[in-house]
């Protein structure tokens, strides 16, 4: 192992929002001092670090200096260029490294590589121009859904195309990108597993979190999720497999399909902490962030253990529609806890913050969340 970076040190993240402001808790929770680099100004990561610089990702001499103050550096936002990428990896250490964030960027290398590794995915095939468009028209299978291959969260740049015929237009509606063309998994449910590889190779996963969408953002997250042992160890496995072909150092999300026949499918890879990880800050032993933290500077890992049944339902920006939700209300629940974000605009579909309940089954916890988050607006 590289030697440790010590707490004292300052290390630093790239990207601003929520993912970043929960890990710079976490660090200076551990004696971290946080520099963050985003283009915002009084960004959620901003109000909570150190130091905030705010400059273009681009710029080659604010990445530079900002490299110049740090001893390692970790993402929140993994759409950073692979030049910026390149130029930090040449002067510090990156976690996780570029190879992962590449690899995780663009879901047609994403998908090729876990195809590559023997990993089940959801059947897909390219459509970069008019004679893909055509090919898929002849021979491929629908109802599907057309994501674009570059920057895509939360459903953006992504369409379900019911029939072949409808695909032409789909495609131009996502402006001719670089694309995917997945088949329509039937699903019986979703499912995430959050896990944490340091330099040493030594892997911790937590237990598998059952997720649910509402307009395709995450909605509600259940830990322990519902499932039968050999499933949730096969998920765990699958993580683990796609953590060492890929040489993760930091913290990754695999984001499953749970098909109706039993089986499972990778839908996606985020190589950070993820929104269905929230709910191991209040729920377990120690949380994605502090995990994140400790792969960053090359301590070990801490523990994934559950300690107590938990569901974490998110407070989207639609609460705010008659006004400011009754925080009292919430804060009056004792098993439920508020995590917000530090954002001032709340715009519809917007992530302000999110929930915690605690239960002594992982039912009980999801019907207080949604039951705590109810009460904000009733
Ligand atoms: P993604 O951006 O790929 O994570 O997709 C967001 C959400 O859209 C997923 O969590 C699913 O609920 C849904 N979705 C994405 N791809 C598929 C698919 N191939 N079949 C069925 N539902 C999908």
Same mark, same amino acid.
């Given at each position: 192992m590289n030697a440790s970076i010590l707490p004292g040190a300052t290390i630093g993240v790239l990207g601003s929002g929520q993912l970043g402001r929960?890990? !710079?808790?976490?660090?200076?929770?551990?004696?971290?001092?946080?520099?963050?680099?985003? @283009?915002?100004?009084?960004?959620?990561?901003?109000?909570?670090?150190?130091?905030?610089?705010?400059?273009?990702?681009?710029?080659?001499?604010?990445?530079?200096?900002?490299?110049?103050?740090?001893?390692?550096?970790?993402? +929140?936002?993994?759409? &950073?260029?692979?030049?910026?990428?390149?130029?930090?990896?040449?002067?510090l250490p990156v976690r996780p490294s570029g190879r992962v964030l590449s690899t995780a960027q663009n879901r047609i290398r994403e998908k090729t590589f876990l195809r590559d590794v023997g990993i089940p995915v959801t059947p897909f095939r390219r459509i970069a121009s008019t004679a893909d468009v055509q090919a898929a028209v002849a021979d491929g299978s629908f109802p599907s859904v057309l994501k674009t291959a570059d920057w895509g969260y939360d459903g953006k740049g992504q369409v379900r195309v019911d029939s072949a015929a409808a695909l032409p237009e789909a495609w131009a509606g996502i402006g001719q990108n670089d694309a995917i063309l997945e088949e329509f998994v039937d699903f019986q449910g979703e499912l995430s597993? &959050?896990?944490?590889?340091?330099?040493?190779?030594?892997? +911790?996963?937590?237990?598998?979190?059952a997720?649910?969408?509402?307009n395709h953002? $995450?909605? $509600?997250?259940?830990?322990?999720?519902?499932?039968?042992?050999? &499933?949730?160890? +096969?998920?765990? +496995?699958?993580?683990?497999?796609?953590?060492e072909a890929l040489g993760v150092v930091g913290v990754l999300c695999v984001e499953f399909f749970h098909c109706s026949n039993g089986g499972l499918l990778v839908n996606e890879l985020a190589p950070r @902490?993820?929104?269905?990880?929230?709910? !191991?800050?209040?729920?377990?032993?120690?949380?994605q962030f502090e995990q994140q933290v400790r792969a960053l500077c090359g301590l070990p890992l801490g523990s994934t253990e559950l300690l107590r049944p938990a569901a974490m339902a998110n407070l989207l920006g639609d609460l705010w529609s008659d006004g400011e939700p009754d925080w009292a209300a919430l804060c009056a629940l004792p098993n439920v806890k508020l995590h917000l974000y530090g954002k001032q605009e709340p715009r519809v579909g917007r992530k302000m913050g999110h929930l915690t309940a605690l239960g002594s089954s992982a039912a009980e916890a999801a019907q207080l969340a949604l039951a705590a988050r109810e009460r904000l607006v009733s």
């Open positions: 929960m890990f !710079t808790i976490a660090a200076r929770r551990m004696g971290y001092r946080v520099h963050v680099f985003s @283009p915002e100004k009084d960004s959620p990561t901003g109000q909570v670090a150190d130091l905030e610089v705010a400059d273009s990702y681009d710029n080659v001499d604010a990445i530079d200096r900002f490299a110049a103050g740090i001893q390692a550096v970790t993402f +929140e936002f993994e759409n &950073v260029s692979s030049e910026t990428i390149a130029r930090l990896e040449d002067l597993v &959050v896990a944490v590889r340091g330099d040493d190779g030594q892997f +911790e996963a937590y237990q598998p979190i997720n649910q969408h509402r953002i $995450l909605d $509600l997250s259940v830990c322990p999720a519902d499932l039968p042992a050999t &499933v949730a160890r +096969e998920a765990v +496995e699958v993580t683990r497999v796609i953590f @902490p993820h929104n269905s990880g929230h709910l !191991t800050v209040d729920a377990h032993m120690s949380c």
